[in-house]
């Protein structure tokens, strides 16, 4: 009995030595999206995606928000974070450039992963780690749908997910995009307008920014429910094991 206590014991240790610690990934937003479209916010639909998938269960999935304390991204959280996952529209500007500098430097020099999304294009990480000016040709609410396509679909991120899937967007943004050229574009898409007008568009950008990997998705507006929809909830929990620096 005593060598069965030892050897469970012993099996114990090892596992408790051995198993690979978990992963974690921070989701942010700000706040603003409406409540009817998402009642926790952009934040929590992502979270309530990545904890429902079965690629997410040695993750740990941590909400974060501009209100929380330290902006939701305590030293503590950021130090240990994998990928952080950011979407903002109008609070910008309340983002402290200390923490921006923080993100800058987990990315650059540690290769934490950073995924920015639709109107994140304008948020100070975003901003900092692309070093140009993030703006599209266009913002126009004339979308009535993007038919989404995997343009490479031996890529990580397109893994699963739908050759072809529509999602509502009420808000098209045209290309270019103002960022560093990548060849590394797993979606694209056409962006139909009210009018029946059709619009290539560029969905899915991929860059490594020093030691990090960075992934870009155009689609995001809030006034529709995009983060609950289960093509883009593959790419989001894709995207998050590929922007993960390789251990
Ligand atoms: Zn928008």
């Given at each position: 009995?005593?060598?069965?206590?030892?050897?469970?014991?012993?099996?114990?240790?090892?596992?408790?030595?051995?198993?690979?610690?978990?992963?974690?990934?921070?989701?942010?937003?700000?706040?603003?999206?409406?409540?009817?479209?998402?009642?926790?916010?952009?934040?929590?639909?992502?979270?309530?995606?990545?904890?429902?998938?079965?690629?997410?269960?040695?993750?740990?999935?941590?909400?974060?928000?501009?209100?929380?304390?330290?902006?939701?991204?305590?030293?503590?959280?950021?130090?240990?974070?994998?990928?952080?996952?950011?979407?903002?529209?109008?609070?910008?500007?309340?983002?402290?450039?200390?923490?921006?500098?923080?993100?800058?430097?987990?990315?650059?020099?540690?290769?934490?992963?950073?995924?920015?999304?639709?109107?994140?294009?304008f948020a100070k990480p975003n901003k900092?780690?692309?070093?140009?000016?993030?703006?599209?040709?266009?913002?126009?609410?004339?979308?009535?749908?993007?038919?989404?396509?995997?343009?490479?679909?031996?890529?990580?991120?397109?893994?699963?997910?739908?050759?072809?899937?529509?999602?509502?967007?009420?808000?098209?943004?045209?290309?270019?995009?103002?960022?560093?050229?990548?060849?590394?574009?797993?979606?694209?898409?056409?962006?139909?307008?009210?009018?029946?007008?059709?619009?290539?568009?560029?969905?899915?950008?991929?860059?490594?920014?020093?030691?990090?990997?960075?992934?870009?998705?155009?689609?995001?507006?809030?006034?529709?429910?995009?983060?609950?929809?289960?093509?883009?909830?593959?790419?989001?929990?894709?995207?998050?094991?590929?922007?993960?620096?390789?251990?």
């Amino acid at each position: 009995m005593k060598h069965l206590i030892m050897a469970v014991a012993v099996t114990g240790l090892a596992t408790s030595l051995f198993a690979a610690p978990k992963r974690t990934v921070v989701v942010w937003s700000e706040g603003t999206a409406p409540k009817n479209v998402y009642p926790e916010d952009i934040n929590g639909a992502i979270v309530e995606g990545l904890k429902a998938s079965p690629l997410m269960k040695d993750w740990d999935v941590v909400r974060a928000s501009l209100g929380d304390p330290d902006q939701g991204i305590s030293d503590e959280l950021l130090k240990k974070a994998d990928v952080v996952v950011w979407w903002g529209h109008t609070k910008h500007g309340d983002v402290k450039d200390e923490l921006v500098d923080k993100i800058e430097k987990r990315v650059k020099e540690e290769g934490m992963g950073f995924i920015a999304l639709h109107s994140a294009h304008f948020a100070k990480p975003n901003k900092r780690l692309m070093g140009t000016p993030c703006t599209f040709a266009a913002y126009v609410a004339d979308n009535k749908e993007n038919e989404m396509k995997v343009a490479m679909p031996n890529h990580p991120i397109c893994k699963g997910v739908a050759k072809t899937f529509t999602i509502e967007n009420d808000e098209r943004y045209s290309d270019p995009y103002a960022v560093p050229e990548t060849n590394e574009v797993p979606l694209v898409g056409v962006q139909v307008h009210k009018n029946g007008t059709r619009e290539d568009a560029k969905m899915g950008f991929c860059w490594t920014i020093g030691k990090g990997r960075f992934f870009y998705l155009q689609a995001g507006h809030e006034t529709n429910p995009i983060f609950f929809n289960p093509e883009i909830r593959k790419v989001m929990a894709n995207a998050v094991l590929w922007a993960a620096p390789k251990k």
